[in-house]
Each structure stands twice: as C-alpha cells, then as structure tokens.
Antibody
Framework: EVQLVESGGGVVQPGGSLRLSCEAS????????MNWVRQVPGKGPVWVSN????????SYADSVKGRFIISRDNAKNTVYLQMNSLRVDDTGIYYC????????????WGQGTVVTVSS | DIVMTQSPDSLAVSLGERATINCKSS????????????LEWYQQKPGQPPKLLIY???TRESGVPDRFSGSGSGTDFTLTVSHLQAEDVAVYYC?????????FGGGTKVEIK
C-alpha cells in the first residue's frame, strides 16, 4: 500500500523552529518528486515546497523562501521540511504529497501534521 | 502567480442529480507543445487530505468512479458529478500545474439537498 506518514508538528512561538518529517512506503521513493502543501481549515491548500529526484533541485513558495529548507534521504524513504523563523501565518496542516508525473500533480497525500505558531 | 477562482462557493444537489463546479484561471493552462491543459481536480472529505480525481483537465485518476468528469479549455474548466451519491459530499478544489507555484482554488462545498 502506498503511504505517506508525516510527523514533527506542534505548537511553537513566533520566531521558533520545527522540523517536519514524512516517511514513505509502498513505492520506489527515489523515483518521485516530493512536496509539502499547507492548508488552513476551511481554506484551499497552498503549495509550500518541492524537491526533485536528485535531492538538490528544490523550489519554494515566496512566503517561505529563505526560512524553510526541504531535503530528502532516499535511503530512509523520508522527506523533511526544516521550518525556521516561524510566523503566525505559517499555522496550518502540513501535508506531504507525492508528485506522480513530475508536473505538480499530487496523486498521494499523507494525513498531515498540525503546526501552530502562537505566542 | 496564476489565480484560480471557483464558483459557486457551495451548492446543494439532490441525490442522483448532477453537480457542476466551475473553475477559472487567470491565464491559459494549455501547453501547446503537447496540447494538454494542466488543471487538476481534488476531492476533500472532512478530516481527510485531498484526493486526486482528475488531471490534465479531463483524465480520470485510476479508481475514480466514472460519474466524475472534467472538461474545459483555455481558462475555463468544469467538474461534473453526475448522479450524485451520498459519499460525494465533500469540498472540491481545482489546481493549476501549468506554472510554479502551483495554485489551488478556494473550494466548492457540495452538499445533499
């Protein structure tokens, strides 16, 4: 069964840091681009970042550029999101999503991990 | 960034009837080199992540019932749920994958009348 399981969410003060993890199973992880997508309940999803097969080529939404770092460990079938200088508007559910076509088409999503930035 | 605008915000449809959801992009989503529109549709039920229904505007994802269909071209797209079932109650989102960053619409909530 194809599965993505996120972890690492929590409550943090503005300016703090968190590291999210997403462990994949049931497919050849190193054959897929991987993404992080954020959603505030009641609102549409917002793409945050992605990482390509080589683990070097990355992209970020302007709102997180310079603060978040995405990485992957193909040996552990895991993608990470290091979140620094967190702001209140970073609050939301963070989903890990697989990009099946390498075209930002998200065919598999995890259940999400909740990040709350609040003083 | 490409702006995706969905309408209506919500709709109530009787069981067995048709639900039609519209999505408009701020620029064309057609890649002329392969004649494909880079537009996806997702379904999200309460407490669950989004689920891919349709990609390339009209290609149904494996396992998705054929009562779900996508159509449209250029900047205007439609998701149709024919013969609405109780399990189709959800929020539906469109998303463009034409350019980075990929962007989503605000969602359309479908309920049973």
């Amino acid at each position: 069964e194809v599965q993505l399981v996120e972890s690492g969410g929590g409550v943090v003060q503005p300016g703090g840091s968190l590291r999210l993890s997403c462990e994949a199973s049931g497919f050849s992880f190193d054959n897929y681009w991987m993404n992080w997508v954020r959603q505030v309940p009641g609102k549409g999803p917002v793409w945050v970042s992605n990482i390509k097969l080589d683990g070097i080529t990355t992209s970020y939404a302007d709102s997180v550029k310079g603060r978040f770092i995405i990485s992957r460990d193909n040996a552990k079938n895991t993608v990470y999101l290091q979140m620094n200088s967190l702001r209140v508007d970073d609050t939301g559910i963070y989903y890990c999503a697989r990009d099946r076509l390498g075209e930002y088409t998200f065919d598999t999503w995890g259940q999400g991990t909740v990040v709350t930035v609040s003083s | 960034d490409i702006v995706m605008t969905q309408s209506p915000d919500s709709l109530a449809v009787s069981l067995g009837e048709r639900a039609t959801i519209n999505c408009k992009s701020s620029q064309s989503l057609l890649y002329t080199y392969n004649n494909k529109h880079y537009l996806e549709w997702y379904q999200q039920k309460p407490g669950q992540p989004p689920k891919l229904l349709i990609y390339w505007a009209s290609t149904r994802e494996s396992g998705v019932p054929d009562r779900f269909s996508g159509s449209g071209s250029g900047t205007d797209f439609t998701l149709t749920v024919s013969h609405l079932q109780a399990e189709d109650v959800a929020v539906y989102y469109c998303q463009q994958s034409y350019s980075v960053p990929p962007t989503f619409g605000g969602g359309t909530k479908v309920e049973i009348k």
